[in-house]
């Protein structure tokens, strides 16, 4: 099986939700931190409005600052006609629109419905198309809603056949709640990918009930080889209930290294990344191995009593 591709969605997914401001240049720093350790893309930010985001609003100062590595493509949320012509101006390589599979979801998330939103991707696509610029359609609750309970998988279908009909070019497929189980996983990645044979699908996965590792595993046995996942395991949907942090990025690496499958990832540089983070956000991170270690780490025998 081909290397995986992480996917890191700190500085956007993590730092949006976060209590006070993380200044720009100390952005730019972790970013260029992250794009050293063998990470395939990074979510930079969102060019979303400030009065929605206020944490987000040096969107154009992080991008134009940060460095630029071969190999590590900069993506950023886009939700929007406007938000899509700022992220051309600063010379992405790819945007990401967001929507939900869920009438009640994107009213709450977006103040839109899933056709709204179609609707809306119609017109972003037809001003990026040409431009070189990757498209790619998060969608949101794919694995059920808070408010509306089960998400059907003819629904994620239907939604899924009418992005690519539009012109976007890779799919993430996201439990925005954490709702999913490795069973639900399995049997959702293996239909999609039968069904849109060649189709880059990206797992974006919430560790809210404490099986995002499991279910990111799940998906790997069935062929997904794209994961998002969160330093330190930042994040959460600020708009779904009880929606805590992404599947943590060091963790993530850590199990599958520790599997033998190849991430691509130096995992002691992430490490080291996501320990500058109580600092910069003012608080502990919910990840694991950066408190523990790698398994594989050994201690010296306690002195004898």
Do not use: Y
């Not at 590792?213 to 708009?239: E, H, K, M, Y």
């Amino acid at each position: 099986m081909e290397t995986l591709q992480i996917n890191e969605v700190a500085p956007r997914d993590g730092f949006q939700s976060e209590s006070r401001f993380i200044p720009t240049d100390q952005k730019v720093a972790l970013i260029d931190a992250l794009t050293a350790t063998g990470i395939a893309r990074i979510e930079a930010t969102s060019f979303v409005s400030p009065k929605a985001i206020p944490n987000l609003r040096d969107a154009a100062e992080v991008v134009s600052a940060i460095q630029r590595r071969q190999g590590v493509d900069v993506t950023v949320l886009v939700p929007n006609l406007k938000g899509a012509e700022r992220a051309l101006a600063c010379g992405v390589d790819e945007i990401n629109l967001v929507m939900s599979a869920s009438d009640a979801h994107g009213r709450a998330n977006l103040r839109m419905t899933p056709d709204a939103s179609l609707q809306q991707f119609a017109n972003i696509i037809n001003t990026v198309r040409g431009s070189g610029v990757f498209i790619n359609a998060s969608l949101s609750t794919a694995f059920g809603c808070p408010f509306e309970g089960n998400v059907p998988e003819a629904r994620v279908f239907d939604l899924i056949e009418q992005q690519l009909a539009l012109g976007v070019e890779g799919v993430t497929l996201c439990d925005t709640t954490g709702v999913a189980n490795p069973v639900q996983v399995s049997a959702l990645c293996a239909q999609v990918l039968k069904h849109f044979p060649g189709v880059p699908f990206t797992l974006h996965f919430h560790n809210t009930r404490g099986m995002g590792l499991a279910n990111a595993l799940a998906a790997w046995q069935v062929g997904i080889t794209r994961f998002d996942a969160s330093l330190g395991g930042l994040g959460g949907c600020p708009f779904a209930p009880g929606a805590t942090g992404n599947v943590c990025t060091e963790d993530l690496v850590h199990m599958f290294e520790q599997m033998g499958v190849n991430t691509g990832v130096n995992l002691p540089a992430l490490l080291e990344a996501s320990a500058t983070l109580p600092d910069l956000i003012g608080h502990d991170t919910p990840g694991q191995v950066g408190k523990a270690g790698s398994a594989d780490r050994r201690h010296p025998l306690p002195a004898q009593a």
